[in-house]
């Protein structure tokens, strides 16, 4: 029966029943399903089960992420996507802040609609109006989005031209959305989203219908700039949250309670680790003596675990002429997030700029003189001072900041050297992490290059290939489970980025190891291989720990400032009752500090609980409590921080023996 239509269809391709034309779907557990042509994502999932059409939320055809409303016009493969699943929760969110931005809408008519979009938690919209919200007016929200939501409005998608676009957004006087579809390139169609009485411009996706957001909290509202653009409007942007459920938001809102405890911009400056001044500029942090410590102490442990890995330290200079960057790449690919000093139009000048990266600098090393396949692998490391023009909306505390420092190096090494030496780089980032307490919360992402996104990067198509097939048969040699981010390479090669999130759940890479075969020849950097040909060395560009005050910021809100021992700016607090006590803790004091311990005395007339307290305050690993008896025997009266932490008297020796222990072995605890 309809054989006739082989010919035109194939057996595969097509079945063709009724006269309905029938197509194969792959599901993510492998199994096919015969579905008529042109069915929506939806209306699959709902023949599939009609428990997973309830919780869908997007969907995935052919392994590119997609609305429900999008339909299946041939064999393909078929996700449904849940709020399990990134894409999925995204949209949900996505979801939420149209209704947000709908109850504003109704609640204030005059209110400029921006942007948006779902972020990494939850979500904003951004709006331009006369006042600024209150908390009081986030009340008044989220009661509007409540009955957004009891209505269940179905979410309906409709495509209009530029001309049209621009047209709806003028005529409903929405300048922000004017501008967004006037920026849309002529031609392409542009997606609208209609619930009830509101419409927004959005490229989506969006669920089904409003009903289906079932428990969100709009958390806060600030400024934020037009376009991340200082030299544009200030807008109002409001954040929320959204889940299924509401026990699911209420475990949400407990984790950031806590979070708000240990957020490191908080702790930090409580702690007097570092501070910020205005008329010093935004993302240029101070690092106060305990601070500075902390990060003395990190250094040195990175530079003698490097130099026993075989690594040599270079110091190279903070600027360089443009000359050095054009020859780099970074001139041409990253002229926009440099300092430059002149004018970097003037050719007639002289020009310098702020080092972002070490690299240049470090080949200069390699040239110095000429080199063989005997001196391969050379490894290069540097504790470097990097300076990057970060736009004011993305810095944050420590985790963001325009001048930073790096344990930064860059390894050249024969194509045969090249896995193990990428092991060794990853090795050591893996056991730098270990020490800190950090690896359980890392993840691995493959960042590969987009070959859309042309004029973002160096070299061919080809080179590329090769570059990202060497890594990623590296990565999969050494089992490292990683996702891969399309567009996040560097622009002369691919990387595995080493993922962190903070506090909030904001994702930053902590380490990158990168692989470069590109910017060796562009450079000249040489050498004579066994067969006597002159050869371009693979370079491996890589941190050990990353930024110094990124990890510092990470650390304070992995430990909530109770540092291990090791890294405590001071290890020990010594608390005399009473002056007579005084002499006693001084002798202990050198005794300690002879063995390379950090020690302090609180010698202020002081009740000894209100010392006590303090130095829990301050998170001080130990507190030695000196008094009369222990200044007879010769001992000393032991606490943890903690609210249990006394361990009784102890002598001097078994005290320093137990705090040495502690410090050398960088215990965790």
Same mark, same amino acid.
């Given at each position: ?28 557990? =492998? ?420 070959? =859309? ?217």
């Amino acid at each position: 029966m309809y054989t006739w239509l082989r010919p035109y269809f194939g057996d595969e391709a097509y079945f063709f029943i009724g006269g309905i034309f029938m197509i194969k779907v792959t599901l993510k557990d =492998n199994t096919v399903k015969e579905f008529k042509e042109g069915i929506t994502a939806y209306e699959a999932a709902k023949e599939i089960s009609p428990g997973l059409a309830r919780n869908a939320c997007a969907a995935r055809i052919n392994g590119k992420n997609a609305d429900l409303r999008d339909t299946l016009d041939g064999d393909c493969t078929l996700e449904i996507l849940t709020f399990e699943d990134d894409y999925g929760r995204r949209t949900f969110r996505h979801t939420a802040s149209h209704i947000m931005a709908q109850a504003v809408k109704r609640l204030y008519p005059d209110a400029k609609l921006a942007i948006g979009p779902a972020v990494d938690d939850g979500f904003y919209y951004d709006f331009d109006l006369e006042t600024k919200f209150t908390p009081d007016d986030l009340v008044k929200i989220e009661a509007e989005m409540k009955k957004i939501v009891k209505e269940d409005i179905k979410l309906e998608r409709l495509f209009k031209s530029r001309e049209d676009a621009v047209k709806y957004f003028e005529e409903k006087d929405e300048p922000y959305k004017t501008e967004l579809a006037s920026d849309i390139p002529e031609g392409e169609d542009i997606s609208f989203y209609t619930q009830g009485d509101f419409t927004d411009l959005c490229a989506g996706a969006h669920l089904m219908s409003t009903g289906l957001v079932k428990a969100f909290k709009l958390t806060s509202a600030t400024g934020a700039y037009w376009r991340g653009d200082s030299s544009k409007k200030m807008l109002c942007r409001v954040y929320g949250t959204a889940f299924p459920k509401a026990s699911e938001l209420e475990e949400h809102l407990n984790m950031l309670e806590e979070a708000k405890k240990r957020d490191h911009n908080k702790l930090g400056r409580e702690l007097e680790l570092f501070t910020t001044v205005d008329v010093i500029g935004q993302g240029l942090p101070i690092m106060l003596p305990k601070g500075a410590k902390i990060i003395q102490i990190l250094q040195r442990f990175v530079e003698d675990e490097e130099a026993r890995r075989g690594w040599q330290l270079t110091k190279t200079p903070y600027m360089a002429k443009r000359e050095l960057y054009k020859l780099s790449g970074h001139w041409d690919h990253y002229l926009d997030g440099m300092f430059v000093l002149g004018d970097p139009n003037d050719e007639t000048k002289e020009c310098f700029a702020l080092r972002p990266m070490t690299c240049p600098f470090q080949y200069q090393a390699y040239l110095n003189r000429a080199r063989s396949y005997r001196d391969l692998p050379l490894r290069y490391d540097e504790t470097s001072t990097l300076f990057r023009n970060e736009d004011s909306g993305e810095m944050h505390g420590l985790i963001r900041v325009r001048q930073f420092t790096i344990s930064e190096g860059h390894l050249m090494c024969t194509p045969e050297q090249l896995e193990q030496e990428f092991k060794g780089c990853l090795e050591l980032a893996i056991y730098m992490l270990k020490t800190l307490g950090l690896y359980e919360d890392v993840s691995y992402r493959f960042s590969q290059w987009d070959p =859309n996104n042309r004029e973002k990067y160096i070299g061919t198509p080809e080179q590329w290939d090769e570059a990202q097939g060497i890594m990623g048969k590296i990565l999969d040699h050494l089992e490292i489970p990683y996702t891969i981010g399309i567009d996040e390479a560097a622009f002369y090669g691919p990387k595995l980025d080493i993922q962190i999130k903070n506090v909030y759940g904001k994702e930053d890479t902590l380490i990158t190891i990168q692989i470069d075969q590109m910017l060796a020849e562009k450079f000249g950097m040489e050498y004579v291989d066994r067969d006597g040909q002159k050869k371009n060395p693979y370079i491996i560009h890589r941190t050990s720990l990353g930024c110094y005050e990124r990890t510092l910021a990470l650390l304070i809100e992995k430990y909530a400032g109770a540092f291990p021992l090791w890294l405590a700016p001071v290890q020990i607090k010594m608390l005399p009752i009473a002056d007579r006590h005084l002499d006693y803790a001084y002798e202990v004091k050198k005794q300690l500090e002879q063995q390379g311990l950090r020690v302090e005395i609180d010698d202020r007339n002081e009740k000894i609980g209100y010392k006590i307290r303090e130095a829990r305050l301050q998170k001080v690993p130990y507190m030695l409590v000196i008094g009369d008896s222990e200044v007879e025997n010769r001992t000393l009266s032991v606490r943890e921080r903690g609210e249990n932490g006394d361990l009784g008297a102890m002598s001097i020796e078994d005290f320093i023996s137990r705090a040495v222990d502690e410090d050398k072995n960088k215990v965790r605890k």
